[in-house]
């Protein structure tokens, strides 16, 4: 949709001119997009009709000419939101915690949303030697929000009445156009581009109206001005479906580098964590590895555009070790980093293919019921908040027998399915990456021999830098004896068993202790099938649990009353005899916590409290036989949530 906002034209010429320029003497952050195309900008942002800020200060009289480009833009923004109106349903369009209707339409969306605003400067030079063959700048995405309102973009300098770039749009049938959006004809318009958020919560009538995708292809040699507004939602209105979290939550998240949470931003590609990751960025960092990260490569040598041309390569981008671009353009997670690359494409390492459900049906089941344990915990990877559409899903299980002396346990650590790797350790209180980083661990690698490394091993997780490549012959001093990997002959299941009298050398095993552990398990890659093993072998379910391995349950018990506060060991009632499975035979339940409610204590009760934690229980729990149904309840587990970021193990 276009807006005809009438002698506008003047006023955006000049404005785009002078962004173009400032970007250049501001020294503004710098993008480096699919194609090659090198993005600067000058972000700013408008809280309920209120506008911030640009990144940059731009002078000589240019900083009124962009203020008068914004306002005109939100002014149409205003007035298509009030055109838009309420849902069809006459529900309102969203909601906050303590007001349902108040955002009842579209117009106080935009009237009262935490918007996102950009002046762009494109320029992609013309490099025959890449062959990128026609590759988009952006290809076709659809953002997140209301909608975003855009004006004509501008080729700023000589070439100025030429076109630098074309913009096409998806339709209905899957064909696609290109759409003359920088022509004279509109030349006082302002666009309108539905997001995602039109079918998600403005309308009430799905379909009725569609965001069309839509992608950039840059034309090499010119250079090109944009401005746009992204219409975001209030940040105190509930995200419709998110568990109660509100759009700031996400918003925040996907600041702070959350990959899952980048993923709301849009239906193709994590464009918007781009944009809003790219307005924190210095002008001597690039968006890599859902960051900003300074230009210093793999290998911590200062790296820049200039220095990349002078060493004969095409430009700075955010590449793996092989430089590899990022597939998203930094949206990715792995041991990304800035470096110089004539790559203009990602090739990724094929997957493993996955157990054959047919052949492995029961085969776990029926491994973790032959041998008996005195306790042990469902290992549930949990979905975080905004993750709606995933639900919490049961891997595998740890399960352990303390020694007679109780001065070390017997551990066997089990995965349902084919694995890469898996891995359990504790958790370094304080540490990056959620408590990662620094911790000692115990990891299972089924095909380690190809890459002389062992099938079962103590590592230390190096205190700064996550990629296995850094601590891969980290010892952590573990007490580890009888360490046995089992791979199902079918990859139905990856089973270690283990004697642990030490974590690490910092860590001697204490069976009185609430010990929180970490643990991650890949299910996608492998030594032998990929390259970038060392570098990413990312994780697929990954979790936090603490453990007293003197309980059965693995319960963790802190008394109120205790000076320090601290944690202590439950009293262990008797194990039940029955199978991790559920089926009968003499064996020991590993058990879950049923989660119930404090009652009341009696009139004259001792006056102490226990409180579990990490798993709330009764004082007294019961034995729960882990049967299938259970296994995948999340309301019947409570496993530590991870605060994640997307680079722990």
Known sequence: ??????????????????????????????????????????????????????????????????????AETFAA??????????????????????????????????AAGDHLDHFHSYRKEASPAAGDGGVAAIDFHVDQGLFVAFTPALAVGAAEQ??????????????????RTDSAEYDDAVFVALGDGVDRYATGEPGALRAAPHALTMFPGVDRAWYGLMVLPPNDALAPGLRGAT?????????????????????????????????????????????????????????????????????????????????????????????????????????????DADACAGAYDAHVAASAYAGGVVLVNQPRAWEHWLQPTTVGSLAWTLAADRRSVEI????????????????????????????????????AAAGGLRAVGDYR???????????????????LANAVLEVHDDDCYASTTL????????????????????????????????PLFLSRGKHEARGHISVNFSHPEGLCWT??????????????????????????????????????????????????????????AAAAPKPVSLDSDAKTKADELELALPSDEETKA
Request: some cysteine.
């Open 1 to 70: 949709m276009a807006i005809d906002v009438p002698g506008l034209g003047a006023t955006r010429r000049r404005a785009l001119r002078a962004a173009h320029a400032c970007v250049g003497r501001a020294g503004a952050p710098a993008a480096t997009l699919d194609d090659g195309t090198v993005r600067r900008s000058l972000a700013g942002g408008v809280a309920r009709g209120v506008h911030g800020p640009l990144t940059a200060a731009c002078g000589d009289g240019a900083d009124a000419d962009l203020e008068a480009l914004r």
């Open 77 to 110: 923004a205003r007035a298509f939101g009030d055109r838009l109106g309420g849902r069809a349903d006459g529900a309102p369009v969203l909601a906050t915690s303590g007001d349902p209707r108040a955002y009842a339409t579209a117009g106080d969306v935009v």
């Open 162 to 179: 030429a076109e630098a770039a074309e913009f096409r749009v998806r339709f209905r049938d899957g064909s696609d156009a290109a759409m």
């Open 247 to 355: 759009f700031g939550d996400v918003r925040a998240a996907i600041e702070a580098g959350d990959g899952g949470a980048a993923a709301l931003g849009c239906s193709a590609e994590s464009h918007v964590a781009r944009e809003l990751a790219e307005a924190q960025c210095a002008a001597d960092e690039m968006y890599c590895w859902y960051r900003c990260m300074p230009w210093t490569n793999h290998d911590g040598d200062a790296v820049s555009p200039e220095i990349c041309a002078d060493a004969g390569y095409d430009r700075l981008a955010c590449t793996d070790i092989f430089r590899q671009p990022s597939p998203n353009n930094g949206s990715d997670h792995g041991d990304y980093y800035p470096q110089c690359t004539s790559y203009t494409h990602y090739t990724a390492p094929p997957s493993i293919a996955p157990e």
């Open 412 to 447: 066997r650590h089990a995965i349902d399915g084919r694995v890469g790797w898996m891995a359990f350790g504790v958790e370094t209180p304080g540490g990056k990456k959620n408590g990662m980083c620094g911790s000692p661990v115990i990891m299972s690698i089924p095909d």
């Open 461 to 479: 997780i190096d205190a700064v830098q996550s990629a296995f490549r850094h601590w891969s012959s980290a010892t952590a001093g573990a007490g």
């Open 499 to 530: 004697s642990l009298s030490a974590f690490s050398t910092d860590d001697p095993f204490d069976a009185d202790k609430c010990w929180d552990l970490i643990w991650a398990v890949n299910t996608d890659s492998t030594i032998v099938d990929n």
């Open 559 to 616: 008394d109120p009353d205790a000076d320090d506060g601290g944690d202590a060991a439950a009293p262990a009632p008797a194990p039940a005899a029955s199978s991790e499975s559920g089926s009968s035979g003499n064996t020991t339940t590993i058990i879950i916590a049923v989660v119930v409610a404090f009652g009341v204590l009696l009139a004259g009760a001792a006056a102490y409290g226990l409180y579990a934690r990490g798993r709330a």
